[in-house]
């Protein structure tokens, strides 16, 4: 088990019921494509193809970012807002949102990254969804997974669980979409290349 995996396994500690947090552990220890039998490497796999963490790591690293971004909404939801939230759906929905985009990218011989055969046919949504619902996952959380793209997926979050998984989702990936675009156009002025990668 990588270092990455560990870190997401520790957020695993906010997850009350235990049920659902040994679903969780043994989806994160042995994720695979239960289509094809393909065990998934999520240490090394990008959290996107172009527009954010499009590079080695970049998945773990949005899956954790998610998380922290998500467990701050619930804390401003409950204390400034005075809502309540299920935690132990938000905490899951994070940390499993994106897992299957792993075997949806394989990585060119330039450093980018191109769908794989698999994620020319199927999209990460599908996959995973599919997944949860097969190892029995309750249905607000494979809600939250689904509707995590809101407007731009198949669902809107109907769910306030849902919704917070959604927008720190959505906050993440512009951040770093920002930032990476930020840097390419630096490299770019100061070299006078277009950087294919950034790392």
């Known amino acids: 088990m990588g270092e990455g995996v560990k870190r997401l396994l520790a957020f695993l500690d906010y997850v009350k019921d235990e049920k659902l947090r040994n ?25 996107g193809r172009s527009k954010h963490h499009a590079y080695e790591g970049g998945l773990i690293q949005h899956t954790e970012a998610v998380t922290r971004l998500a467990l701050f909404l619930c804390d401003l939801v409950e204390e400034v807002y005075g809502g309540q939230v299920d935690r132990d759906v938000v905490v899951v929905a994070a940390l499993l949102h994106d897992l299957m985009k792993a075997p949806t990218y394989e990585e060119r011989e330039d450093g980018t990254y191109s769908w794989s055969s698999l994620g020319e046919r199927l999209d990460h949504l599908s996959l995973i969804i599919a997944e949860l619902y097969s190892r029995g996952f309750p249905l607000d959380v494979i809600h939250a997974v ?16 849902a919704l917070i998984v959604h927008v720190a989702d959505m906050a993440d990936a ?16 100061a070299t006078g290349v277009e950087p294919t990668r950034l790392s």
């Open 146 to 161: 689904a509707a995590h793209h809101a407007e731009h997926g198949p669902i809107m979050p109907k769910t306030l669980e």
């Open 23 to 47: 679903m969780v552990r043994d989806l994160l220890l042995d994720l695979r494509v239960s289509l094809t039998d393909t065990k998934v490497d999520l240490e090394r796999s990008p959290g």
């Open 174 to 189: 512009r951040l770093n979409g920002g930032v990476l675009h930020a840097a390419r156009r630096l490299v770019a002025e």
